[in-house]
């Protein structure tokens, strides 16, 4: 009788009166199995207290049990919950993390993810935007053999290769917000040029206004590349301009805490002299002052979706984890207008 604990895989393949390379197909979550085959398999695992070798495996597969994150994007915060996520995903099994920054605008940077995929060999890859805009990204990918998700604000890739958040509709609730309880002058600071969700967060703004039949003037958009320092250069813009809104949506927290600043600066009071919406609902949103009324982005859970995207075998996600909502927080950062 085989020790438990000590057992092999061939201990495994001979219990169960199957081949190895069943056994390894169980252990890595192959769709070429019947579900009785599988629990069969299972059962033996678990009777036998067969722990798999992660070098062993990793040798077999020529991949390292690691999930690579590939990113370029100056938002600190949005990292730092994209790893939150992924560590909870990956919580409990033998799969690491590892995280990959590049240069978007590099002429390399398909050489450079290229050497990265051959001398680090990750089991999977998690492409975070603006980078999982680009399909020869993915498609490099693809073509080493590398399982990939890419997350983005709109729809990229087939299902098994996204997920996805709806950024148009939640800026469209939260501008139509600031509309509803009397600002006419909502300025936007939008999110940099290149950015798939930047583009979707400005045509929610856009909409809501013209849904509202409210003009936007070119006074009214101000440029931001989703920072702190960005944000505050474009609040004391707007501010300062000849035309002063009453009310402004910024495409992220970051940014949004940013334009408090510059109001602040200015002597402008918070919610009274100036409302003001973000976007992320990062922990500081809630501890700031006034509490930052803001669209709450489940990048933790998109995250975690993608990690088990690629640790799991094919048709064991749910297809509503390939895209979540996102939804508007209202918290003290929003009144009606000032009377004139």
Not at 21 to 34: G, H
Not at 139 to 166: F, I, K, Q, W
Not at 246 to 252: D, K, P, Q, Y
Not at 284 to 308: E, F, G, K, N, Q
């Amino acid at each position: 009788m085989t020790q438990r604990g000590n057992s092999t895989i061939n201990d495994v393949a001979r219990l169960a009166k199957v081949s190895k390379k069943t056994v390894s197909r169980v252990i890595n979550k192959s769709s070429l199995l019947s579900e009785k085959t599988r629990q069969h398999v299972e059962k033996v695992i678990e009777e036998i207290g067969y722990v798999p070798n992660p070098q062993a495996r990793a040798l077999a597969l020529r991949r390292n049990f690691v999930i690579a994150v590939i990113h370029d994007n100056p938002n600190a915060q949005f990292l730092v919950s994209v790893q939150k996520g992924i560590l909870e995903g990956i919580k409990g099994t033998e799969f690491g993390l590892m995280v990959q920054p590049v240069d978007r605008n590099s002429p390399t940077i398909e050489k450079e993810i290229k050497d990265f995929l051959e001398r680090q060999r990750p089991y999977g890859v998690v492409l975070l935007p603006p980078i999982s805009d680009n399909d020869a990204l993915a498609e490099l990918c693809a073509s080493y053999g590398t399982r990939y998700v890419r997350m983005a604000s709109v729809e990229l890739d087939t299902p098994e290769h996204m997920v996805t958040s709806n950024d148009r509709a939640p800026v469209h609730e939260a501008v139509s917000y600031l509309i509803e309880v009397g600002h006419k002058k909502i300025a936007l600071v939008e999110g940099p040029k290149g950015f798939i969700s930047a583009a979707e967060r400005r045509a929610g703004y856009e909409q809501a206004m013209a849904d509202a039949g409210l003009e936007v003037e070119p006074w009214m958009i101000e440029p931001g590349s989703y920072t702190f320092e960005s944000g505050v250069t474009a609040g004391l813009a707007l501010l300062d301009g000849k035309t002063r809104p009453t009310a402004v949506f910024v495409s992220n927290d970051e940014m949004a805490i940013g334009v408090m600043i510059a109001a602040r600066r200015r002597g402008i009071e918070i919610p009274r002299g100036l409302s003001i919406v973000g976007f992320d609902d990062t922990p500081l949103s809630s501890h700031v002052w006034p509490a930052l009324t803001t669209v709450h982005w489940p990048i933790v859970d998109m995250a975690r979706s993608a990690a088990l995207k690629l640790i799991s075998g094919p048709g064991e996600i749910p297809i509503e984890e390939t895209s979540l909502s996102s939804s508007l927080i209202k918290r003290d950062s929003v009144v009606g207008p000032p009377e004139n």
